[in-house]
């Protein structure tokens, strides 16, 4: 038996310390880096018509983040059943104590009206009500739901927020297009397009300060052993200067301004099995574009998740 135990409390003790090394102090400061690389290229032609084209996009973007204090319950991570189920008790017992109370909040509703602003009134009558409920069944039942509806379980989730977000980006893009048309030069016209941009990723005008935090986040599952990421992106389309040459008598020559998105805005958040103590983290994700020749192709991201 003593040996058992001896097991027991080990066993427990490795648990907790497994647990411990995964999650930071509440403050702690953090990084996620994240690239994102979009390359397309190639050439379409038939009898009459043909284009050729050449893409490339690139982001990086760094949020600094901080640890959040750790809680029994996730804001990233799907509920597992265990925890559906005991959210499901707290919400019952929440209920229950707040029926059986309701004779002490009446009584506590006409203390209130009988004793108006005088202090001592009302803390003489709250004390005489507190004696008269002593030992009542109701109350005992009430304060036992009102432990099971505010015990904490144990703080197995730790999620950083961000609180600064920057990057740099570059947009590379050319195509040739050659139509073949009566109305054109030797019965084809042709046209190039350039679309450059690149600097630093800005917020959208006018945005307030606390916007530069951005919207992604990390959380840390020491139960289940997995990180959740969701990637930072940027809050303002891309800009870029366009630049179109030709002969077509249907097209103008000429430059003009223009905002791309990047990455697709249905990226969703990464979940990847946490390796070591979960300090540093990584991982590389793709995602195929669809669309016309030179914006369909494959978005390859990198991301870095690193604690200190």
Not at 7 to 26: C, E, I, P, S
Not at 45 to 57: I, L, Q
Request: aromatic residues 4%; glycine residues 8%; positive net charge.
């Amino acid at each position: 038996m003593k040996c058992t135990a001896v097991f027991v409390a080990a066993l427990t003790a490795l648990t907790v310390q497994a647990r411990a090394d995964v999650l930071a102090a509440k403050g702690a400061k953090g990084t996620l880096e994240v690239e994102y690389v979009f390359e397309s290229s190639g050439k379409k032609a038939d009898r009459n018509d043909s284009r050729e084209w050449r893409t490339k996009r690139s982001l990086k973007l760094t949020a600094d983040l901080t640890a959040q204090e750790p809680g029994p319950y996730s804001s990233l991570h799907d509920m597992n059943a265990g925890e559906k189920t005991d959210l499901k008790k707290k919400e019952a017992a929440a209920k229950s104590a707040q029926q059986k109370m309701a004779p002490t909040s009446d009584a506590i509703e006409k203390i209130m009206k009988k004793c108006g602003e005088d202090e001592a009134c009302i803390s003489r009558e709250v004390q005489a009500l507190g004696f008269s409920m002593q030992g009542d069944p109701q109350i005992e039942s009430a304060k036992k739901d009102v432990a099971v509806a505010t015990k904490q379980g144990a703080a197995t989730y730790q999620t950083w927020r961000p609180t600064l977000q920057k990057g740099t980006y570059t947009i590379d893009e050319s195509a040739h297009n050659v139509l073949a048309d009566p109305i054109c030069p030797n019965l084809h016209c042709t046209t190039d397009e350039t679309r450059k941009g690149s600097g630093e990723v800005a917020l959208p005008p006018g945005a307030k300060p606390e916007a530069a935090a951005g919207v992604s986040a990390v959380e840390v599952d020491s139960t289940g052993k997995t990180l959740t990421v969701v990637l930072p992106v940027p809050l303002f389309p891309l800009p870029y200067t366009e630049t179109i040459k030709t002969n077509s008598p249907d097209k103008k020559s000429g430059t003009s301004q223009g905002m791309l998105r990047f990455p697709p805005n249905d990226l969703k958040p990464v979940k990847v099995a946490l390796k070591g103590d979960g300090r540093d983290q990584s991982g590389t994700e793709t995602i195929k574009v669809p669309g016309a020749a030179g914006a369909e192709g494959t978005v390859t991201v990198r991301w870095k998740f690193t604690a200190r």
